[in-house]
């Protein structure tokens, strides 16, 4: 009886804004207001180190909670423009206040991460897509736990972190962190803190320095025997870098324990391989051309060429950006492997052309 | 291969009929390839010059807009519930016609062209607009975008050349029908929304056979869905919940679309069938270069002067060699670019129209009531 009642009102407003969406109206009042899309308000920003940043955000209407790990679509309007860009969810689940944290790190030549670190001012509005990415916890909460990070690949284990650590349980948990020096490292102070809070945790910190990490840095069954004699026994989250996710999935194999191990990357490992081949690039539903240097992705070139194809983490995992193959070949970036049949879906976020390529987009 | 073509060229006052030996291919602004190519350099330079500089402050002045024009609705329509006070209903009528006149003109057609897809914003995008029109946004696209401005006063092509009902031009057949021109002439201009909604039906395209009576039921179809959407929520649902006084809510939304179709018959009728703007023929268009097809968009094109505010009403379509020449950039820099046009345009010998409203309205009037007539 109510939700008919509702759904009647909702249906009568949909008639009186028609063609445009109640929202639209809705927004003059409070922008935040929507019942198809979901908009924060930047209320606080924290600086963790010169070059990155946790953003807090009140979610309005119609944000769902996520899972400590997971990360969310962020839009942001830069010199008139929305960008969309997947950051991790730093702060727990639900925070007494509504709000939710982010943590972003300015990457060199990053537009939007550099905007968000050093530009962003609270008050502004962003626009959030659902939380995504099984890089949770699950049923492991109160199993031993390893996690191992590197750089910004901290920022998801930071969630879990927090989230174990305001369930107030027994934390039965090893750290290894990884950052270029210890005054990039994010969260490293609070990781510390956490440590000597819980007798549990064990929090180990190696500064690489920058380029390829120190031969006694590197992740080998030696030094994880010494860091943590019984890495084999826990379950192990890994974020970070392709080399060290790389070093880690060689090691849990070995040891036949791969199902022990979860792994997210925080930046795809984009290499174009040999054979790259420029072309033009065909949006055949947009009806919009352009051309291709064989080595950038499909989703940048069709952004700069002004459309706003769908999509989600931006690395290829999420397959929210996925389109139809009509003709040509495209080459995944991560592995090199071509796509050239017709019908094909193709992820557009790691996928360039190869030679002349039309998409239904 | 050469032919003789017969052109009158119009001035202001008078009609000059002129005889002019050209070949088949050569352009009807007169300039040679060579020309033409230069010409159409620099429209491409003023065009990469704005794409290249567009950005927040254009954002802003369309997000400016969309709020006006959402709070201009919303006082308009709440003014006109008090509508059985004259004061309010004079005040709620004048801002409901200004709502619809900005959302269909700065707003609707604007974003439907795709001027503000480089934003990204999926709520002002071309492939997401439905604007405030009984026609549905994707027939308008075709009939505008696609045939309109591809074709643009190609007699045969452009549909928009009198909307296959009014004589514009001397080379368009004569019949008898033609006499009434000026009666139909100030009811499509009264119920506009309609004539443009039946447009892309191309009924009489189906008559000769060339297109599908079927397809031309399913856009009817989405017509009438759209169509009785927009009758249900101005003439039913407002003035219901009025309750006793619903007739002036009935009466001031009724005004308001009146206004608005007047107000865009004016403005569009004026882009383009002013005294002094060419229409062209297929064999003028035949192998048209890059160049050629900006030349015949300023010879096809008028521009009214007016007041700021004037422009921002007329959805920028005063200034409309610009928007002729540069469909999809954003309107807020038609202004900008209008001189520096002007001004190459005189450097190539291109003739730019650009006249005061009453001027330019007046021709059009007088064209009409002219073209009921044989000749």
């Known amino acids: ?361 | 291969m050469t032919s003789t073509l017969s052109v009158e060229r119009e001035t202001d006052h008078t009609i000059v009929p002129i005889t002019t030996l050209r070949t088949v291919h050569q352009h009807p602004s007169g300039l040679d390839a060579d020309e033409l190519e230069a010409f159409g350099k620099l429209m491409d330079d003023l065009r990469n010059e704005i794409i290249s500089n567009r950005g927040k402050a254009d954002a802003d002045y369309i997000h400016r807009v969309i709020a006006v024009q959402r709070r201009l609705e919303v006082a308009g329509r709440l003014a006109l519930f008090a509508g059985v006070f004259p004061p309010f209903w004079v005040a709620g009528a004048a801002m409901l016609s200004t709502a619809k006149i900005l959302e269909n003109m700065e707003i609707g057609h604007n974003v439907m062209h795709g001027q503000w897809d480089w934003m990204r914003d999926p709520e002002i995008h071309s492939s997401t607009w439905e604007w405030d029109n009984v026609c549905p946004s994707d027939q308008w696209k075709h009939s505008h975008n696609e045939i309109h401005h591809t074709w643009t006063n190609v007699i045969g092509r452009d549909r928009d050349v009198g909307y296959g009902i009014l004589r514009i031009d001397e080379r368009q057949p004569w019949s008898k029908v033609a006499l009434g021109q000026p009666v139909y002439a100030a009811v499509l201009a009264t119920l506009f929304q309609w004539g443009v909604a039946l447009h892309d039906v191309e009924i009489e395209e189906v008559m000769k056979g060339r297109k599908t009576k079927a397809d031309a039921k399913a856009q009817l179809a989405a017509i009438a869905k759209k169509g009785g959407r927009q009758l249900l929520k101005d003439y039913v649902l407002f003035p219901a919940m009025a309750g006793p006084f619903f007739l002036p809510v009935l009466v001031g939304n009724l005004t308001a679309n009146v206004v608005r179709n007047l107000w865009t018959f004016s403005i569009i009728f004026c882009g383009h069938f002013p005294d002094g703007v060419e229409r062209f023929t297929e064999e003028d268009v035949v192998d048209e270069s890059r160049g050629g097809w900006y030349a015949r968009q300023v010879l096809g094109s008028a521009n009214i002067e007016g007041s700021k505010v004037f422009h921002i009403l007329s959805g920028n379509l005063s200034h409309q060699i610009e928007h002729h020449l540069f469909p999809d950039l954003p309107s807020n820099r038609y202004g900008e670019l209008a001189p520096r046009v002007r001004a190459i345009c005189e450097q190539h010998g291109i003739p730019y129209n650009s006249r005061s409203f009453s001027r330019q309205f007046g021709s059009v009037i007088r064209r009409i009531a002219r073209r009921a007539l044989p000749g």
């Open chain 1, 1 to 361: 009886m109510f939700t008919t009642v509702l759904e009647r009102t909702a249906r009568f407003g949909a008639t009186l804004s028609s063609p445009l969406p109640v929202d639209a109206f809705a927004r003059l009042v409070d922008p935040l207001w929507s019942s198809t899309v979901c908009r924060a308000r930047v209320t606080r920003i924290m600086r963790e180190t010169p070059d990155s940043a946790s953003i807090v955000l009140r979610p309005g209407r119609g944000w769902e909670s996520h899972q400590a790990g997971q990360w969310i679509a962020v839009g942001v309007d830069i010199d008139g423009v929305r960008h969309r860009r997947p950051y991790s969810l730093t702060s727990v689940p639900v925070r007494a206040d509504g709000c939710i944290t982010i943590t972003v790190q300015a990457v060199p030549d990053g537009v939007v991460s550099n905007f968000l670190v050093h530009q962003l001012q609270v008050g502004e509005i962003v626009h959030l897509d659902p939380p995504n990415g099984d890089f949770t916890l699950g049923s492991h909460s109160s199993s031993p736990l390893l996690f191992i990070t590197g750089g910004s690949g901290v920022t998801p284990v930071m969630g879990m972190l927090r989230t174990l650590d305001a369930a107030d349980v027994a934390l039965d948990a090893v750290h290894l962190h990884y950052a270029a020096s210890p005054d990039q490292a994010i969260f490293a102070d609070e990781l510390r803190r956490l440590a000597v809070r819980h007798s549990g945790f064990g929090f180990k910190f190696g500064a690489t320095g920058t380029g390829p990490i120190p031969p006694e840095l590197a992740l080998t069954t030696r030094r994880l025997d010494a860091l943590c004699p019984d890495w084999s026994a826990r379950e192990t989250w890994i974020c970070g870098p392709a080399p060290l996710l790389a070093a880690a999935e060689a090691i849990w194999e070995s040891a036949g324990i791969s199902d022990q191990l979860h792994s997210e990357r925080f930046q795809p490992s984009l290499t174009a391989t040999n054979g790259t081949k420029a072309g033009i690039v065909q949006f055949l539903d947009s009806g919009v051309e352009t051309p291709g240097d064989g080595i950038r992705p499909l989703l940048e070139l069709a952004e700069e060429a002004g459309l706003s194809p769908k999509h989600g983490c931006r690395m290829g995992i999420c397959h929210t950006c996925v389109v139809r193959l009509n003709s040509g070949s495209v080459l995944d970036l991560r592995d090199g492997r071509i796509q050239s049949d017709e019908g094909d879906f193709v992820q557009i976020c790691v996928s360039a052309p190869c030679g002349d390529v039309s998409l239904e987009l």
